[in-house]
Every structure is written in C-alpha cells, then in structure tokens.
Nanobody
Framework: VQLQASGGGLVQAGGSLRLSCAASGRFFSIDNMGWYRQAPGKQRELVAGISSGGSSTNYADSVKGRFTISRDNAKNTMYLQMTSLKPEDTGTYYC?????????????WGQGTQVTVSS
C-alpha cells in the first residue's frame, strides 16, 4: 500500500492550496485518515482527521474555519482544502491512513508535501 501526497507549493499569506492523498495497492478498505504537518524544529502535529465514511471530522484549533478535510472513497483519495493561509501554516504535510487487509489493519504514511506560506 502506498499513500501519495501532492498539491503543496509556495503561496502568499491569504492564499489557498488543495492537498490530495491517493492510496494505491491491494487492500480491503481504508478506515480513518488524517493530515499532519511538521514545521522545522517542531514535532509533527495533527491538522485534521476524517472517519471512514467521511461523516465525522476533527480539526486542530489553529486551522478551524480555514481548512476543510474530505475524502472520495471511490477514488481512495483524501483532500485538504486550505484557505486564508498564514505563514505559521508552513511545513511539510503528511497524510496518514488506517488500511484494512483481510485480517489486519495497518497505519501508513505518505511521503509528505511541502507547503510554504510567505508573508
């Protein structure tokens, strides 16, 4: 199973970006998914999470009202729509997914996509 994150880039403060995370490989289904970020010199933190069906979401206080997490299970893809970006949103964004096989469930990480917000 592989998670491929994309959509990062350089944007000015106040701008928007949309991140994608596509899962590929052989698996039965994908449970909870999430986006994490890590700024230089800081620990990785949860930005947003979404349940298997997409009906339940949660956000870090710092991004509430600005970021929206969603998923398309038919495409095995998760998204993070980021608006009103701030310089403090800068970091490497990683996607995470709990993936079910026939008898197991494992957590996978994507390779990360860089988001840089200039002031």
């Amino acid at each position: 199973v592989q998670l491929q994150a994309s959509g990062g880039g350089l944007v000015q403060a106040g701008g928007s970006l949309r991140l994608s995370c596509a899962a590929s490989g052989r698996f039965f289904s994908i449970d909870n998914m999430g986006w994490y970020r890590q700024a230089p010199g800081k620990q990785r933190e949860l930005v947003a999470g979404i349940s298997s069906g997409g009906s339940s979401t949660n956000y870090a206080d710092s991004v509430k009202g600005r970021f929206t997490i969603s998923r398309d299970n038919a495409k095995n893809t998760m998204y993070l729509q980021m608006t009103s970006l701030k310089p403090e949103d800068t970091g490497t964004y990683y996607c995470n997914a709990a993936v079910r096989g026939i008898t197991t469930i494992r957590t996978y990480w994507g390779q990360g996509t860089q988001v840089t917000v200039s002031s």
